[in-house]
């Protein structure tokens, strides 16, 4: 999303331009505009016919909001430079096949897509494919390059379903030493191998939704889900990491949303991580199905877990 121009302040009005420019880019317009707000953008009509504005990739538009809070800023932040707010990268790999994505709160970027048609592995065809998968993995490692600030990125995950992750660590490691990649040389430890079900961005799984599962099962007391007790558990300070689903701030009950906003501000100022779920991607599908909203305390609380309490917030 490209940023044109902004002029707002936390809690007041104001108004920010922006031009999508992707697919995903929707998805964040999709969570800015709500009911009450005020749009304006180009459109075409022929004149007298039934007309209503529609947005579209590479046609900016200007969005007005009597109170722009938390939430509808960090959104703002991180589709505008997603490098900015995403602390980890991730390459889900196969053989001819690639993703290079960046991992932020909200949202996972896939910032380059890397295809090669390569010759079969058996026969007089063997020299080809060795030629040809060099080539693929020099592709992937200069998308690597171009797209992963070190600087901002904790870690970076190469995954896959079989070794084509452990070929291009390998490649990485010799080609850096090589040519002196100083960016992969000094961030070495930051990359690590995992398994993945497939080279595709629906594998990535955010560590903190399968923690809160580890943690559901091990120690109860130490996990809770639904509005009820997450918000209690706030009330005691309790909350080291809370996970939310962005659909919960899409509701049009205002006070509802003020409720979720605060909870989210209150976790940050508590010193507690506040990551907020995109319902489109796999991991917030699951979070959904447990009411949208769960947290990992930094002390058991065993009396709030016997307690029934609403769901509704």
């Known amino acids: ?130 030629k040809a998968y060099n080539k693929f993995q020099e592709s992937v490692l200069q998308a690597i390059l171009r797209h992963v600030d070190f600087g901002v990125v904790k870690c970076l995950v190469l995954a896959g379903p079989g070794f084509a992750k452990d070929s291009l660590k390998q490649y990485m490691d010799l080609e850096a030493v090589r040519r002196d990649l100083r960016p992969l040389i000094e961030n070495k430890d930051k990359v ?32 809770f889900y639904g509005p009820g007790h997450v918000f209690a558990a706030n009330d005691m300070g309790a909350i080291q990491t809370l996970l939310i689903s962005d659909s919960l701030f899409r509701i049009n009950n205002v006070q509802k949303r003020k409720r979720y906003v605060g909870l989210v501000d209150a976790v940050k100022d508590g010193g507690g991580e506040a990551l907020i779920f995109s319902s489109m991607h796999v991991s917030g599908e699951q979070l959904n199905q447990l009411s949208g909203i769960a947290a990992v305390l930094r002390f058991p609380l065993p009396d709030l877990e016997d307690q029934e309490l609403p769901e509704e917030a």
Not at 18 to 25: C, G, T
Not at 45 to 61: D, I
Not at 92 to 111: D, F, K, M, R, S
């Open 1 to 130: 999303m490209k940023l044109l121009n902004r002029s707002f302040t936390k809690d007041g009005e104001g108004h920010v331009k922006l031009v999508p420019e992707e697919a995903e880019d929707m998805w964040h317009a999709y969570n800015l505009i709500r009911e009450g707000d005020r749009l304006t953008a180009t459109t075409f009509r022929k004149v007298g016919a039934y007309h209503s504005l529609e947005l579209e990739e590479q046609r900016a538009f200007t969005l007005f909001k009597v109170q722009w809070d938390a939430v509808d800023i960090d959104r703002v932040v991180s589709a505008t430079n997603p490098a900015q707010s995403a602390d980890l990268a991730a390459v889900l790999i196969t053989e001819g096949l690639a993703h290079v994505c960046l991992v932020g709160g909200a949202t996972t970027l896939t910032q380059a897509k890397l295809e090669a048609n390569l010759p079969r592995k058996r026969g007089p065809a063997i020299a080809g494919y060795d």
């Open 192 to 223: 690590v191998l995992a398994p993945a079900s497939s080279a595709y961005k629906h594998a990535l799984q955010v560590e903190a939704l399968k923690a809160f599962m580890a943690m559901l099962s091990s120690d109860s007391a130490r996990a």
